[in-house]
């Protein structure tokens, strides 16, 4: 079966770093997505691993480990405007880039 | 901005009715996705496209169909619409060569039925 999992929700302060984890059990493996999600919008996406190790843009940085089917999204110097949902999704194979998506995970920061 | 019109935005209609959502793009894109969201299920993938007249079904497919007889255009139909499709529907395309193939999503159509 095609699984994903994250924490529903986290808190954090203005300023802190926080790290969102996302594991996944899926057919095959083509790559896995961060999206953003503010409330009544619609997802934007953050970042792309398709090999081990970090990539990093910015204040978020996104780290797969594909052996043990892992990723984190860390976020540093966080801002109020950060507050919203991170949504975690693997490309399986099978061909015609559908996406699975975890339930994702609602960030409030605090100040 | 990925060039990705959904309508209408916001929709009230009756159980019983058909309920048509249009996805417009202008940029040509080959690939074409309808998802739904619902709260703690997440973005689930109802149906794609990936060529005029070439579509096949995501993973909760059960009371929808789509069409796309032209390249910018992907209709999203609820024959005959239940509670149960209350939800924001999301339309996507792929964008080509660039941070792997990565999906774009539209602004979303928020769909209630009564």
């Known amino acids: 079966g095609q699984n994903i999992d994250q924490p529903t929700e986290m808190t954090a302060t203005e300023g802190a770093i926080v790290q969102i984890n996302c594991t996944y059990q899926?057919?095959?493996?083509?790559?896995l997505f961060w999206y953003q999600q503010h409330a009544g919008e619609a997802p934007t996406f953050l970042s792309y691993?398709?090999?081990?190790g970090l990539e990093e843009k910015g204040r978020f940085s996104s780290f797969l480990s594909r052996s043990k089917g892992y990723s984190y999204l860390l976020l540093k110097e966080l801002q109020m405007k950060d507050s919203a949902s991170y949504l975690c999704a693997v490309r399986a194979s099978g061909g015609y880039n559908k996406l699975i998506f975890g339930a994702g995970t609602r960030l409030a920061v605090h100040p | 901005d990925a060039g990705i019109t959904q309508s209408p935005r916001h929709k009230v209609t009756e159980t019983g009715t058909p309920v048509t959502l249009r996805c417009h793009q202008t940029e040509n894109h080959r690939y074409m996705y309808w998802y739904r969201q619902d709260p703690g299920h997440g973005l689930r993938l109802i149906h794609y496209s990936y060529g005029v007249k070439d579509t096949d079904k995501g993973e909760v497919s059960d009371g929808y169909s789509v069409s796309r007889s032209k390249t910018e255009d992907f209709l999203l139909t609820l024959e005959s619409a239940t509670s149960s499709q209350t939800s924001v529907y999301f339309c996507?395309?792929?964008?080509?060569?660039?941070?792997?193939?990565?999906?774009?999503f539209g602004e979303g159509s928020w769909l209630t039925v009564v």
């Open positions: 899926t057919s095959g493996f083509n790559g």
């Open positions: 996507a395309i792929r964008g080509d060569g660039d941070s792997g193939n990565t999906i774009y």
């Open positions: 691993n398709v090999l081990d």
